[in-house]
C-alpha cells in the first residue's frame, strides 16, 4: 500500500470500527453490527427457516421409520422399491435436513450483508449531500459576487441570470439528494422491520478502505494473506464449494443418484428400462454438478478481479485527492498575494471537494465488491 493510503487511515476510524453504539428515545443511532443484530432479531425469516427445519426433521423421522417397515418383495420391482425406501430416502431425508440448515445460515448471512450494503448506500449519500451543501454555498457566494460586479456594471443581464440560475439548479441538486437520503433511511427500516415512521436514524460508521492484505497477483494463482495465514485462489474456491448451497444440493443429488444406480445394478439387467433410465439420471447429476463447480470458480475468479479493478480505482482516487489538495493549497497562496480572484479559488475549493467526494465513492464500491468477494467463500 502506498503512503497515502496510509495517512488517511489513522484519520478516520480504523475499519468501519464498530464500537459506538446508542440510542435516544425512539432514535436510532447505531452501528451496522447492532443494526445487524437487530434485523436479526426482527427478522420473520428466521421463523419461518425454524418452522421449515422442524418440518425436514419430522420427514427425516418418517423416512427412517418407513425404512424398518418394508413390505414383501416377491418381484424385482419389489425389491428395488425396498432397497430404496430403506437406503435412498433416509439419505435424501437428511441431506433435505441438512440442506434447510444452511439456507437458515445463509438466509442469516444474507440479511446481514444487505444491513451492512444499505448502511454504506446511507454513508456515501450523506457525503453527497455534504458535497451538494458546499457547492451551493460556493455557487452563492458567486452570486453575490456577481451581484456586485452587475451593480457595478461590470457583467451583463445574461452574466447574472446565469449566476441565479446556477443557485437555483444546486438547491433542486441538494433537495433531491437529501429526498434520496430520505428513501434509504426508509429502505433501510423495512430492511431492520421496524417502524416506517419519520424518527432520526444514524449509521455511526465511517467508509474506510480496507484493502484485501498482501495480494500478489500473477496468470495462474492468487494468493490471499490474513490473519490464518495464506489462501491459494485454489483454497478459496473448495471454499466457496463447500459453503455454496447449490454445489452442496447437487452433490447430494448425484450422491443419491450413485446409490439408486448400485441398487439398480443388483437388481436389473443393462437393457433393462429401470437400468437405462437411472444411468441417465446418474449422468445428468453428474454433469449438473461439474456445471455449478466450473460456475462457482468462474464467479470467483470474476469476482476477484473486479475487487483488484476497485482496489486500483481507490488508489487512483487517493492520488487525485492529494493532487486537488495541492493544487488548492497552491491557490490559497497565491490569493492571499494577489495573484489570483476569489472567484479562482472557489473553483479549485471545489475541485478539492468534488475528488473528496469522488474518493469515498470509490471506497463505497470497494467495500460492496468485497464483502460479495467474501461471501462466497467466507463462513
Not at 430403506?86 to 434447510?100: H, I, N
Not at 441570470?161 to 443557485?167: D, G, L, M, T
Not at 441538486?173 to 437520503?181: G, P, R, T
Not at 498482501?214 to 466457496?240: F, Q, R, W
Request: charged fraction near 35%.
Amino acid at each position: 500500500m502506498n503512503k497515502k493510503i496510509k495517512v488517511i487511515i489513522p484519520v478516520i476510524a480504523l475499519a468501519l470500527s464498530l464500537t459506538t453504539v446508542w440510542a435516544v428515545g425512539n432514535e436510532m443511532f447505531l452501528n451496522i453490527e447492532k443494526f445487524q443484530d437487530m434485523a436479526l432479531k426482527n427478522s420473520r425469516q428466521s421463523k419461518i427457516d425454524d418452522l421449515q427445519i422442524e418440518s425436514k426433521e419430522n420427514a427425516l423421522e418418517e423416512a427412517e421409520k418407513d425404512a424398518k417397515f418394508l413390505s414383501s418383495s416377491t418381484t424385482r420391482t419389489q425389491k428395488y422399491n425396498n432397497e430404496i425406501q430403506k437406503k435412498v430416502d433416509p439419505f435424501r431425508a437428511k441431506a433435505d435436513l441438512e440442506y434447510t440448515k444452511r439456507e437458515k445460515d445463509i438466509n442469516e448471512e444474507n440479511l446481514k450483508r444487505e444491513v451492512y450494503k444499505k448502511a454504506l448506500d446511507i454513508l456515501i449519500q450523506e457525503k453527497e449531500v455534504e458535497l451538494e451543501k458546499e457547492k451551493l454555498k460556493i455557487l452563492e457566494e458567486k452570486l453575490k459576487m456577481a451581484e456586485t460586479r452587475y451593480n457595478e456594471g461590470k457583467i451583463t443581464d445574461n452574466d447574472l441570470y446565469n449566476a441565479r440560475f446556477a443557485v437555483s439548479s444546486k438547491t433542486i441538486d441538494l433537495d433531491k439528494a437529501k429526498k434520496n437520503l430520505e428513501i434509504l433511511e426508509l429502505e433501510f427500516k423495512g430492511l431492520l422491520n421496524v417502524d416506517l415512521d419519520n424518527s432520526p436514524i444514524k449509521v455511526e460508521d465511517q467508509l474506510v478502505f480496507e484493502p484485501v492484505k498482501d495480494i500478489n497477483m500473477d496468470v495462474d494463482m492468487i494468493v490471499l494473506k490474513n490473519a490464518e495465514g495464506i489462501l491459494s485462489i485454489d483454497t478459496v474456491i473448495e471454499e466457496a464449494y463447500e459453503k455454496s448451497l447449490e454445489f452442496f444440493k447437487v452433490k447430494k443429488d448425484l450422491e443419491a443418484q450413485e446409490m439408486i444406480m448400485e441398487i439398480t445394478k443388483d437388481i436389473f439387467e443393462e437393457k433393462h428400462p429401470t437400468y437405462r433410465d437411472n444411468m441417465l439420471a446418474l449422468e445428468i447429476a453428474q454433469l449438473n454438478l461439474e456445471n455449478v463447480r466450473t460456475s462457482i470458480e468462474v464467479q470467483v475468479r470474476n469476482k476477484y478481479n473486479e475487487l483488484k479493478t476497485s482496489e486500483e480505482n481507490v488508489n487512483l482516487a487517493i492520488q487525485w485527492e492529494d493532487i486537488q489538495k495541492k493544487k488548492l493549497e497552491g491557490e490559497e497562496l497565491k490569493f492571499e498575494k494577489g495573484m489570483i480572484s476569489r472567484e479562482q479559488l472557489l473553483d479549485a475549493k471545489e475541485a478539492y471537494m468534488e475528488a473528496c467526494y469522488d474518493k469515498y465513492t470509490a471506497i463505497y464500491n470497494y467495500n460492496i465488491i468485497k464483502s460479495e468477494f467474501e461471501a462466497l467463500y467466507k463462513k
